[in-house]
């Protein structure tokens, strides 16, 4: 199964594309996500840390609305999921599941309906930050603001929590994560993160934070950006080679139940080498398979792991 917890095609489709059509410059479309074997991917509602209060609930709701008509008009290859059940079901009928996640907590503002407004829209899980700090939390760019999670941010776990709606962690800030391991009654996330013990950038995990991650029953999806691969991308371009390597770090310190893959693709302006689109994911499994993972660990990490931890974040809920 192959299930990526973070594309940034939502922003892509706000600027007008065509995910029908396969032009070579787009990192996803229908005809790349079948090719790349793709069963289930979270559209990330990103919302730039610059953008506040009312044009941030805009903008969040506008890239919904896109997502919404691209689902309705591709009906026949693709469908909404807003629960595990769902991706099942949709796998079951050969159509490739779309779920949304929400990157950014800045369209909820500091209202606990707006965070339930984005629950009913089918919001299945929000990276509390982008790269600036907000209303809920630090960020691992900047990590000035609270010393980790707002009181408000606090609040806004416990009620993610009761909803089943997963806590990311991906560019939060390093005291961000440590709160939210000890507040959240659930497992939580880190949809598209690195390892900082192969690549030293802060919006890595050190494997303290990954092996708690774990510890959590929670889950890593390793992102492709060569800036989170490698230290110096410009005089080593990474292709295949560093993200297997990264798979490699993850699963060493979490095991094979933890880890899988958060591509980033439409949110990269450079890709690995080789790997330009998300149509050449079959290539990580190559390389999994080459280095001696089974089938079945391929099969966990490639998707199955992703829709485990929402299980389980679902099933914490109730
Ligand atoms: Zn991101």
Redesign the pocket.
């Known amino acids: 199964m192959v299930f990526d917890s973070h594309l940034d095609t939502p922003s892509e489709l706000l600027r007008g594309r065509d995910l029908f059509s396969s032009r070579q410059d787009q990192q996803v479309d229908l005809s790349k996500m079948k090719k790349g074997g793709v069963h289930a991917a979270f559209f990330a509602l990103y919302t730039p840390a610059e953008t506040r209060a009312d044009a941030a609930t805009r903008h969040a709701l506008e890239m919904a609305g896109a997502v919404s008509s691209f689902v309705r008009q591709a009906a026949d290859s693709v469908a909404w999921a807003f629960t595990p059940q769902d991706v099942r079901k949709n796998l079951s009928e050969g159509r490739i599941s779309i779920l949304l996640g929400m ?1 950014n907590g800045s369209p909820i503002q500091e209202s606990m309906e707006l965070l339930e407004a984005f629950y009913a829209l089918g919001v299945r899980y929000l ?1 509390l930050t ?1 790269n600036g700090d907000n209303a809920l939390a630090d960020s691992a760019a900047e990590g000035k603001r609270w010393g980790g999670l707002s009181p408000f941010g606090r609040e806004v776990v416990a009620r993610m929590n009761q909803l089943g709606m997963m806590v990311d962690l ?2 939060a800030s390093d005291q961000t994560f440590w709160d939210c391991i000890d507040l959240s009654r659930s497992p939580i996330v880190a949809t ?1 993160s690195c390892c900082r013990a192969l690549c030293g950038h802060r919006r890595n995990l050190t494997d303290d934070m990954l092996k708690a991650l774990a510890e959590k029953d929670g889950y890593v999806g390793i992102n492709f950006y060569p800036y989170f691969l490698v230290d110096d991308p410009q005089r080593r371009r990474p292709g295949v080679c560093e993200i297997v390597d990264h798979i490699d770090h993850a699963v060493s310190i979490c095991g094979d139940q933890h880890v899988g893959i958060g591509t ?1 693709f439409d ?1 990269i302006e450079v890709t690995p080498e080789g790997m330009e689109n998300i149509g050449c994911l079959p290539l990580v499994f190559d390389e999994m398979r080459h280095r001696g993972y089974t089938e079945k660990q391929i099969s966990l990490i490639g998707g199955e792991n992703l829709l485990s931890v929402f299980d389980r974040i679902v099933k914490c809920s109730e």
């Open positions: 990157e990276t982008h991906s560019h598209h980033d949110g």
